[in-house]
């Protein structure tokens, strides 16, 4: 029961993490983005590291490899978004 509850928690979080660079419609992905990256621009990255944990942990299966592939998708994805935002955009 233990590991379908970590499963749980890591589709949450990945679907948190992902959510950052997925389009929704009616502003619902403008207020998921403020409600994650306002407090700190670094959390998006303790939600997907953590997301990935409780996959590590979850159910055996296809369901782990499917979460922990999510997961590393979502974490690449702000990474390259955080990246571009503070190295890319800086002005002289």
Known sequence: MLRVIFSVVSA???FLTISLFAEMP???G???FN???????????????????FAMFGMKGYIR???LGLNIVGLVGYLVIFLMATVGFQEP
Not at 35 to 53: C, K, M, Q, R, S
């Open 12 to 14: 949450f979080l990945c």
């Open 26 to 28: 009616f502003r619902l």
């Open 30 to 32: 403008e207020k998921i």
């Open 35 to 53: 409600l994650i990256v306002a407090p700190n621009l670094y959390l998006p990255f303790g939600l997907g590291v953590l997301g990935f944990l």
């Open 65 to 67: 490899l499917t979460l």
